[in-house]
């Protein structure tokens, strides 16, 4: 069990699927961590702080007075606490002045940080809850107030920062979409499970997204195993790419920061190297814990 005697507070990201807990130093550094699959729809009856401390207790000695933040799904309207959004353009200091803060049943203090809103049209509204924070973290690792990042995932997020503020964004339901044809559509059928990696094939559905109409060019998922242009265990990543392709063919900036896991960035990279879009990727543990860290000195900064 880890002693908390070195332990200054916890960061958390509670999510849909997943629970990760961060504890860190008086210096804001990285003590330990830990990974749980009890995400927002595996919590018994909505009771969040039973299932937190049965967490805290396998893993601290003594946890009841740290101090707590989160981020993420958890400040949802299926979370722990419906946290209004931060409306666009956001910055840190906007989104932690609407952070909700309650006390925990065994009596220490918890905070829960926005999600941040963007209306594009009359409307018209986009979200997010958790990449925010990465957002505004890696805003401080690469030392810049303007940039363009694009955050992937089950619902990938393209995000533009100006002044250090979250000024636009939009969502791609890339990761989903993915998973609905694999799993539950008609290319799904007599497809391998977790084959290995095809750059050749991946680049051929990136390549097959540089023109035409999504729902009618996935449909060369179905014919080129058809007419024996791929095989099983190429579709996947044949898919992959032209749903990753469609995806970036609607960046507006040349050069983009890709925050994330090393995974999954890497195809979005080999897309977009394809696409002739430069990237660089920073990951997304690193981005999170410092926008948390970011968010604690506006509120420390607030109250003091």
Avoid at 28 to 42: H, Q, R, S
Avoid at 153 to 162: I, L
Avoid at 175 to 180: D, N, Q, T
Avoid at 276 to 283: H, L, N, P, R, W
Wanted: aromatic share 10%.
């Amino acid at each position: 069990m880890l002693a908390s005697n070195t332990i200054n507070h916890l960061i958390i990201d509670w999510g849909t699927t997943n629970f990760r807990a961060f504890a860190m130093s008086p210096e804001n550094t990285l003590v330990d961590t830990l990974e749980k699959p009890i995400g927002l729809l595996k919590v018994p009856n909505g009771n969040f702080a039973n299932a937190l401390e049965q967490a805290l207790t396998t893993w601290l000695d003594d946890y009841q007075n740290l101090p707590i933040y989160m981020a993420g799904m958890v400040g949802s309207l299926k979370g722990w606490v419906n946290v209004d959004y931060a409306p666009t353009p956001a910055s840190a200091n906007g989104i932690a002045s609407k952070a909700h803060h309650f006390e925990l049943p065994w009596g220490a203090k918890a905070t829960i940080f926005p999600g941040v809103s963007h209306q594009y049209q009359e409307q018209h509204y986009d979200v997010m809850r958790g990449e925010e924070v990465q957002l505004l973290g890696l805003a401080q690792l690469i030392a810049k107030q303007d940039y363009a990042a694009v955050l992937p995932g089950t619902h990938a997020k393209h995000a533009t920062v100006k002044g250090a503020k979250i000024v636009e964004f939009a969502s791609y339901l890339t990761g989903e979409f993915y998973a609905m044809l694999i799993n539950h559509s008609l290319m799904s059928k007599g497809l391998p499970e977790n084959p290995e990696f095809c750059l050749q094939s991946f680049a051929k559905g990136v390549e097959a997204s540089k023109d035409g109409i999504l729902t009618n060019k996935i449909f060369l998922g179905w014919t080129h195993r058809l007419f024996k242009q791929l095989n099983l265990e190429q579709i996947p990543d044949f898919i992959s790419g032209m749903l990753i392709g469609y995806e970036l063919r609607n960046l507006h900036a040349s050069s983009v920061y890709l925050i994330g896991g090393s995974n999954l960035c890497s195809r979005y990279e080999a897309a977009a190297k394809q696409l002739s879009i430069s990237t660089e990727t920073i990951a997304g543990n690193e981005c999170y814990l410092t926008g948390m860290s970011l968010l604690i000195k506006e509120i420390n900064y607030a109250n003091s």
